[in-house]
């Protein structure tokens, strides 16, 4: 027995030598590895043949594993990743900017010329600090008293500061309280003749850089400088952004993460957040509970390797909570860089530093995010594509990349952009290109088991047009305004919905009854309101369209968009159903190629409305020939890529009788 305690006992002081190794050699910051050495020395009391041990054990072995002080240099070549960002994603080109721009502050802080102020009584000394430093190629302001000191402060700011000690009505410790209170980042660096340890200890309380005693050497004062520079262009330069992709699913929020990490030259992290319902999934578990665990944040920032990775959080608009906690006000302190300087993880129960993890977060609709957390991030629209964008896309990127998955690459078919466009037209309706991807897969599957079944006509085929129903089917798709005709009490509508633009036809009818409105159609709130907002206008407007005065009298009015079991709801609707209802009462034919999009108030005006793009390339898709929308939305319209625009006549109105003559056909 005695021979098992003794190895026993020398196993248990190896565990706690190797774990104080790793501890010494990790080199954490000081006050997470005071704690990791009292964990260790508490343990090793402790018999390792307890549970607590092996906690003990794991929790000191996942702090020495997190990277503390590991960061990434970024890489700041704006031309490398403008070229990375265009291979990789064809238009988009407001993101992109967006990206560059962000890359390009960066590089601005990094080589913007450090800015010096040098403050001292003695003209010697501040003559001399100046000849020294602007040999550095630092820009020198000098102050001869710390109230001038404090003047040239409240006007600008400077990277460092080398204040005296000793000076009149305003002493360095002062002009130390000043620069820290107004400039937090901006380092100060104290030197004095009258050196003392209390004057040191009471400097560095207050939070100055360094403590320099005269007589001083110059190598020195110029290699604290340096180093002050250093730590102040840090905290500038990789302080996060919180960006958040929104857009339609498949227009390459998630991909673009990516080539931004590949582009910076940062390591890249993605969570999943939809459906996440528990809170201990972004800030760990205590670890007082059995199996605790730490948070997805920390551990995916273990993963990486890394301090500042690009950290990608995917549908946060789908988060979910319930009795467990509530994960999006989880996210409010991460997402925050006022707060995610000291980050703690209930697993890891000391701070870590966020703030320089550039956090990108995904939606389909930003609107859904809750309003706190969306109020942290910098929104950028993702929109659909146009059709010749996805043609692009797909023979430049998804042809060669499907080729190559389902085992093409020695016999590669070929798709013409005639090709393209029929799947794109027949067989797929999307703002992204998801589906696109799919039946080009489609295409190639079928190919290759002809290969399979005729081994001996393996060779390079050519996709046509007239195949694609072959390896297809028939089409799904057809262009439903081209191909109806125009109907009295029936208006063509624009919405925008999850997955891009799309049209509706907005049907009215009038029977004899009891003066009531019927609403169909799986309807919200906002489209019922809408609905009863456009009856009243013209109930009150009726001699202006030379309509009865008396025709709601002993009638009913039904209201009903098609397509029922899907429900709708969104506030561009009340024009389109003004159109219906005044084309049935008048009797009047709507244009069914002419869409109509906007609010409508009791007074007759057209509001504006958002998602102009998606709109209107599903309503070129549908074969839209002239598009009405309010005139407030002319700098958006304004603002579009003319391949948008392509083949649609687009009419700004502001009030619905402006827009009469060209929706009815008298």
């Given amino acids: 027995m005695n021979i098992f305690k003794k190895s026993g006992e020398k196993l248990h002081l190896a565990t706690i030598e190797e774990s104080r190794q790793m501890i010494i050699s990790a080199k954490m910051p000081p006050y997470v590895e005071q704690i990791a050495s009292k964990e260790l020395e508490m343990l090793s009391k402790m018999s390792s043949a307890t549970a607590e041990f092996t906690i003990g054990l794991n929790y000191i072995d996942y702090l020495v594993s997190l990277p503390w002080n590991v960061k990434t240099k970024d890489n700041l070549d704006l031309s490398r990743a403008e070229s990375i960002l265009n291979e990789r994603h064809y238009g988009l080109a407001e993101v992109k900017e967006r990206i560059l721009e962000h890359l390009a502050v960066k590089i601005f802080v990094t080589n913007k010329k450090p800015r010096i102020l040098v403050v001292d009584d003695e003209e010697t000394a501040r003559k001399n600090l100046e000849h020294v430093l602007r040999k550095e190629n630092y820009t020198i302001v000098t102050a ?31 002009v130390l309280k000043k620069t820290k209170i107004k400039y937090p980042n901006t380092q100060v660096i104290v030197i004095t003749a009258y050196a003392s340890v209390d004057s040191a200890v009471e400097a560095i309380k207050k939070d100055a850089f360094h403590y320099i005693a005269k007589p001083y050497r110059l190598d020195e004062v110029r290699n604290v400088v340096k180093q002050a520079i250093e730590k102040k262009l840090s905290n500038v330069s990789t302080k996060g952004s919180i960006l958040c992709f929104s857009g339609p699913p498949g227009t390459g929020k998630t991909s673009m993460g990516k080539s931004i990490a590949d582009a910076l030259g940062r390591k890249f992290a993605r969570i999943s957040m939809g459906g996440m319902k528990d809170e201990a999934e972004i800030r760990g578990h205590r670890r007082t509970y059995v199996g605790a665990m730490p948070g997805r944040i920390i551990e995916e920032i273990r993963r990486a390797g890394s301090a500042n990775p690009v950290l990608m959080m995917d549908e946060v608009d789908k988060i979910g909570h319930d009795f467990k906690g509530d994960p999006a006000s989880a996210l409010l302190e991460v997402l925050d ?156 509508g624009l919405v925008w919905t999850e ?89 009047c034919p709507a244009r069914r190629d002419v869409a109509v999009s906007g609010e409508l108030t009791l007074s007759g005006r057209i509001l504006p409305i958002g998602g102009i793009k998606e709109k209107l390339l599903a309503a070129r898709q549908a074969g839209v020939k002239i598009v009405v929308l309010p005139f407030k939305n002319k700098v958006d319209v304004d603002n579009l890529h003319e391949d948008v625009k392509k083949e649609l006549e687009i009419r700004l109105a502001d009030t619905v009788e402006e827009i009469i003559n060209t929706v009815l056909i008298k």
């Fill in 337 to 492: 860089p006022e707060q995610n300087q000291s980050f703690i993880d209930h697993y890891v129960d000391v701070p870590f530093d966020l703030s320089s993890v550039l956090f990108i977060v995904t939606a389909n609709i930003a609107d859904y995010i809750q309003e706190p957390l969306r109020d942290r991030t910098e929104v950028i629209e993702f929109s659909g594509y146009t059709e010749d964008e996805k043609k692009k896309i797909a023979l430049n990127h998804l042809v060669p990349k499907q080729t190559h998955e389902q085992g093409l690459s020695d016999c590669q078919p070929e798709f013409s952009a005639e090709t393209i466009s029929k799947i794109i037209q027949g067989y797929t309706r999307e703002a992204g290109i998801r589906n696109l991807e799919r039946n080009i897969a489609t295409v190639c599957r079928k190919i290759a088991t002809e290969f399979v079944h005729h081994k001996d006509t393996v060779r390079n085929i050519k996709v046509s047009p007239d195949m694609v129903e072959n390896y297809l089917g028939p089409r799904k798709y057809y262009s439903e305004v081209t191909n109806e005709k125009n109907q009295i009490g029936i208006a063509t």
């Fill in 499 to 587: 997955v891009g633009g799309d049209i509706i036809f907005i049907e009215a009818a009038r029977m004899k009854g009891k003066r009531e409105l019927i609403l169909t159609g799986s309807l919200g709130n906002v489209m019922c309101e809408s609905a009863q907002a456009a009856l009243s206008y013209i109930r009150s407007n009726a001699s202006l369209f030379n309509i009865p005065e008396d025709f709601f009298e002993n009638h009913d009015i039904h209201i009903h968009v098609p397509a029922g079991a899907i429900p709708k709801d969104g506030p561009s609707a009340g024009a389109t159903i003004a159109i219906a209802l005044i084309s049935l009462l008048t009797g």
């Fill in 144 to 174: 001869s008293s710390g109230v001038e000191a404090i003047k040239k402060l409240e006007i600008s700011d400077f990277d460092v500061v080398l204040t005296d000690l000793k000076m009149e009505k305003v002493n360095g410790i002062e």
